[in-house]
């Protein structure tokens, strides 16, 4: 099971046995993309981040799944990862967003386990853990890898355009693609 920082969901979006989930990305689409190694203290949203879930607040429950294999790579620890975690919840409940989990997988691209990105590990253990449902659910990300793992559990898929992914980005395959929360907000709350 991958780790996880939990809060418990807010009762008021709950429909029944479903809630309408928007599954993020960390890295390219919360905050920006670095490699492997991030310092608490230097955390800083992605513009538009916070407009756009504002905006989305009412509508979705908001989940992060992120690959960190820095941990794996010995670039972070499991602390250090959930310090940044913790300053992003910071961060983005200045702006009145709350996030209702976090998992991630702190396991290398060659080890085969069941929770990195694009297997389904960390879908399961939020279904399982907050009631979610494929067809009630958004997985937004920058990479091949977040894309396939939406389609991997049946949901929606939304790309986040990010140019310095462009030549791989070109050949992905996503629902949507979208510059960034903002307009991702847009979309989902006119369609």
Excluded at 12 to 20: K, N, T, Y
């Amino acid at each position: 099971m991958p780790p996880s920082d939990r809060p418990r969901l807010r009762p008021s979006l709950r429909r029944g046995f479903e809630i309408r989930a928007l599954l993020l990305d960390r890295d390219g689409v919360l905050i920006p993309e670095r490699p492997y190694v991030y310092k608490p203290e230097d955390l800083v949203l992605l513009p538009n981040v916070l407009e756009g879930l504002h905006r989305l607040k009412d509508a979705y429950h908001f989940f992060v799944v992120s690959n960190q294999s820095g941990v794996a790579r010995g670039f972070d620890t499991l602390e250090g990862v959930r310090a940044c975690h913790e300053v992003l919840r910071s961060l983005l409940r200045t702006g009145g967003v709350e996030l209702d989990d976090i998992v991630f997988c702190p396991h290398h691209p060659d080890d085969g386990c069941l929770c990195r990105k694009p297997r389904t590990g960390m879908w399961e253990t939020l279904a399982q853990r907050h009631g979610l449902a494929p067809q009630q659910s958004v997985m937004v990300g920058n990479r091949g890898s977040d894309i396939a793992f939406g389609r991997a559990i049946g949901c929606t898929s939304v790309l986040v355009e990010d140019p310095a992914y462009a030549e791989e980005q070109a050949t992905i395959h996503s629902d949507l693609r979208v510059r960034d929360l903002a307009e991702l907000a847009s979309l989902l709350l006119h369609s």
